[in-house]
């Protein structure tokens, strides 16, 4: 089993930064990957950034790529989620998720992963 916890969420305005971090605790291994996710009011889940595996490669959604940057430390079981020139339409409920057996094609389908976090809160308003 693995817990999740994230921390690092808050209320900016527009064009500014915010740092996401994801502790991880149990049974991570190298192959376990840990991702991004988000949900706005009334909207569905929708992919953010993953690392698969213990950095085998970095995916990114199209609206967050060049702006978001996703890291992880693997000694220190936590991943991190840079998010810069953020935007009002970056407000959500931010998930750290992970799963050991996830395979490359599936990184963005939240279904896949067994193990969620809490959440966060990130609101970007003037």
């Known amino acids: 089993q693995v817990q999740l916890a994230e921390s690092g969420g808050g209320s900016v305005p527009p064009g500014t930064s915010l740092r996401l971090s994801c502790k991880a605790s149990?049974?991570?291994?190298?192959?376990?990957?840990v991702a991004w996710f988000r949900q706005a009011p009334g909207s569905e889940r929708e992919f953010v950034a993953a690392i698969f595996r213990s950095g085998q490669s970095t995916h990114y959604a199209d609206s967050v790529k060049g702006r978001f940057t996703m890291s992880r430390d693997s000694a220190e079981n936590t991943a991190w989620l840079q998010m810069n020139s953020l935007k009002t339409e970056d407000t959500a409920s931010y998930y750290c998720?992970?799963?050991?057996?996830?395979?490359?094609?599936?990184?963005?389908?939240?279904?896949?992963?067994?193990?969620w976090g809490q959440g966060a809160q990130v609101t970007v308003s003037t």
């Open positions: 998720a992970a799963d050991n057996r996830l395979i490359r094609s599936s990184v963005r389908l939240s279904p896949k992963y067994d193990h």
């Open positions: 149990g049974r991570t291994s190298r192959t376990t990957t």
